[in-house]
Structure formats: C-alpha cells, structure tokens
C-alpha cells in the first residue's frame, strides 16, 4: 500500500492546479477530472515505471516528475485554459434599456460582420445636420449597455450613435471571444452599414472605444481610413512587446506568461497574431486621438506612458489621476463629458 501513497499524493497536487485552471477556463469540474487521473496516472508510472529501473532514477521520483508537471501546468496547460475560459461566448439577452431612456429614436440592427457573423445592436441617427456617427465599442466581456453613459451624453449633443455587441457577446452571433484579434475585422462592415445611412454623413464617423473596445479600434484603425477620430479609454496591450520594461522579477514572469498566452490564443485562434499597438497607434495619425487613462490602474499607467511616446500629430494623452481602469466617468463626470464633446467637435466638425 504505501506504493500508492505518492501516486495518490501527486493526483491531489494535480487536481488542485488543474482546478485552478478550470475556475479560469470557465468548467472546473471537467478539469478536475482531468487532473485527478492525469495525476494518478503519472505517479503511478513514476512509482512503477521508476521502481523497476531502481536507484538514483526511483529516489528521485518525486523530484522528477514535479521537474515535468510544474512547468507543463504553468506555461501550457494554464495559458490555454486562461485562453479557452475566456473566449466562451457570453450571449444574453438585452433586456429592459435602450436608447429611448434618453430620448432617442433609435432601430435595432443586425449588421453582417466578417467571417459569416452577424452583429446585434442600435443605431441612432443623428440629430445635427451635421450628420457626425460616432461608434460606441463596450469592453471586454460586455455588451453594448455598457456604453449607454457616454451615448446618452453624444447624443444629447446632436451624434448618430452606433451601439454594437461585439462577436460571441450580447445578442450577436459568433463561436467565441478573441481579445480583439477577431473583432477588428468587423470594424470595416459597420461603417459600410453607416455610409449607406443617407443621413450620415460618411466624413464624419469617429469611434470611442473602452479597454477592449478602444483596443479593437487601435488595431482596425490603421487599414480603416473613414475612421476619423479616436477616444480610447483604458488601453493595455495586445501583444507582449506592447508591455513597459519589467520592473522586478515577478514582472518578468508575467510577461513570460503573457507570451504564452498569446501563443495559446493563436493556437486557439488558428490565425496570426495582430500587430502590437507600438505598432499600430502611430498609424493612426495624422488623425486625432485622445487616449484616456485610469492613473490608479499601476499596469495601465505605466503602458500608457509607454505609449504616450508613439502619438503621432493631433494626438493626446489625458491621464485622469483618481481614476481605476474605465472610471473617468465616475470620478469626473462633468469634465469628462467636456474634453468627449470638445474632442469630436474638434475632429469631426472643424
């Protein structure tokens, strides 16, 4: 009997970790399973397998196989089960708000993205003959109510809205999530559905994205010319060369797995990775830009500042210092909506 102590120790040990992976993947039982007959089956192995080598190898089973787990979990099993928990689709139902509760007329659309996906949302037309659209992009995870503070705002100020759920998100359609990489793609048939809008005018379409939704702006903007203006609020990176220099050496291991993870989501994915936003913001110019920062959020102020060095002409930074990722609008809501307006009037209407 004591044979199987190690094989049954190492089955918890395993089943621990891989129902850590399973509270990010979204289905721990499944990988709990998993773990608990993986792990039994590789102590076993090294019980067995070892003990009739003997020796040196049998001694320092133990060591051994922690030497070829640990490693597994961390930087494979773990990346892609991170990918795998949070690229499910998180489809709802959009219930009880709409455009109407600020006074708005507005049609629920369903806009044919890329690759066969169709994209559930509202549009409001604008009000001011000037014919402005602005496309609202809600973040990572949500779905277009998320962004029903700043359209509010916009339209009371005479802009045809555009409110989308993103791919796999809200009411739209989709097999999974993607951190942008996919729904970049879908930037360029949601203002074909705008041009065609007689009222739009098609010069005049700017985009305001939050964390993930000014992220997928970023990496549509470059190739999308009738994009004229960019409100981004809460950038942080898309790929691991985006990252600031690492501080310490906890900083250099999470950047080591945020290389994995992006592997995993391109093994995931099937397609290349986008290009980074060191990359890709200093193609956004010469158009305006005005990024957005929660300078209470340490990792998002810091890239920011990273990024600051890359805005091109007409470009700006505006670093809000009591505010955590996507909070501007909590902490100064009445500045907030000025620099918001100010900066559409001045890219879209000068």
């Not at 039994?40 to 192995?45: E, K, N, P, S």
């Not at 994915?269 to 290009?275: E, H, K, N, S, T």
């Not at 990273?306 to 902490?331: D, K, M, S, T």
């Amino acid at each position: 009997m004591k044979r199987f102590i190690f094989p049954v120790v190492n089955a918890v040990i395993v089943t621990m970790l891989f129902g850590l992976v399973g509270y990010y993947a979204g289905n721990p039982g499944l990988w709990v399973v998993i773990g608990l007959v993986g792990g039994l089956l590789v102590g076993l192995a090294a019980e067995f397998g070892l003990g009739l080598i003997g020796g040196w190898w049998y001694r320092r089973r133990v060591t051994l196989v922690a030497l070829m787990q640990i490693p597994l979990i961390i930087f494979f099993i773990g990346p892609y089960g991170f990918v795998l928990g949070l690229s499910q689709p998180a489809n709802t139902t959009i219930c009880c708000v709409s455009p109407a509760d600020f006074g708005a007329d507005y049609r629920a659309v369903s806009i044919p993205g890329a690759d066969g996906v169709t994209l559930a949302g509202w549009y409001v037309p604008p009000t001011a003959p000037h014919g402005a659209v602005i496309i609202l992009l809600h973040g990572g995870g949500g779905n277009r109510t998320g962004m029903m503070w700043q359209a509010a705002r916009l339209y009371t100020a005479g802009y045809g809205l555009l409110m989308y759920d993103q791919r796999a998100l809200g009411e739209s359609t989709g097999t999974t999530q993607s951190f942008g990489w996919l729904d970049a793609r879908d930037i360029p048939p949601v203002i074909d559905f705008l041009v065609e809008q007689p009222e739009v005018n098609p010069d005049r379409i700017g985009g305001l994205g939050l964390s993930l939704g000014a992220q997928i702006l970023i990496l549509a903007g470059p190739d999308e010319p009738r994009l004229k203006a960019f409100f981004l609020e809460g950038v942080n990176a898309a790929r691991a060369s985006d990252f600031p220099e690492a501080k310490n050496v906890g900083e250099q291991f999470a950047l080591l797995l945020n290389v994995q993870i992006e592997r995993a989501n391109q093994f995931h994915l099937g397609i290349a990775p986008p290009p980074g936003f060191v990359e890709q913001i200093p193609k956004l110019a010469p158009r305006p830009v005005l990024m957005v920062v929660g300078a209470l959020d340490d990792f998002e102020n810091r890239i920011n500042q990273h990024y600051a060095a890359l805005l091109g002409e007409n470009a700006e930074q505006w670093v809000i210092e009591n505010a955590h990722h996507g909070g501007g609008p909590n902490v100064v809501p009445e500045l907030y909506t000025a620099r918001m307006l100010d900066f559409f009037e001045q890219a879209l209407l000068q």
